[in-house]
């Protein structure tokens, strides 16, 4: 079993960048894959970025790319996402899930998630 806690959400004004990082328990995260998911109001849950439990450079979702950068830490047991360039529209619950195997951008495919934290960005 797989505990997963995010934090790093907030307020941040239009062009601006937060680091959402997403501290794991349980079982060994270095030996799992991991994601990130966004959850605006209304609409459904969405990929935006995914790692392999060795690292790497990651896979993102066009809306994110060149401007979200996902990376681990393994000795620490976290996770982390850092968004620059933030838009109004990257507003949402961000979710960090861990799975077996390599990265995925299915959520069906994930299988340990966390709460969520809030990324609310101001016009």
């Known amino acids: 079993q797989v505990q997963l806690v995010e934090s790093g959400g907030g307020l941040v004004q239009d062009g601006g960048s937060l680091r959402l990082s997403c501290a794991a328990s349980g079982r060994t995260f270095g030996s799992l894959a991991m994601g990130w998911f966004r959850q605006a109001p209304g609409k459904e849950r969405e990929f935006v970025a995914g790692i392999n439990w060795i690292g790497g450079s990651g896979i993102y979702a066009d809306s994110v790319k060149n401007r979200f950068t996902i990376s681990r830490d393994n000795a620490k047991n976290t996770g982390y996402l850092e968004m620059d360039s933030l838009k109004p529209e990257d507003t949402a619950v961000y979710f960090c899930?861990?799975?077996?195997?390599?990265?995925?951008?299915?959520?069906?495919?994930?299988?340990?998630w966390g709460q969520g934290t809030q990324v609310t960005v101001s016009a």
């Open positions: 899930a861990a799975r077996n195997f390599g990265a995925s951008r299915q959520s069906a495919d994930f299988i340990y």
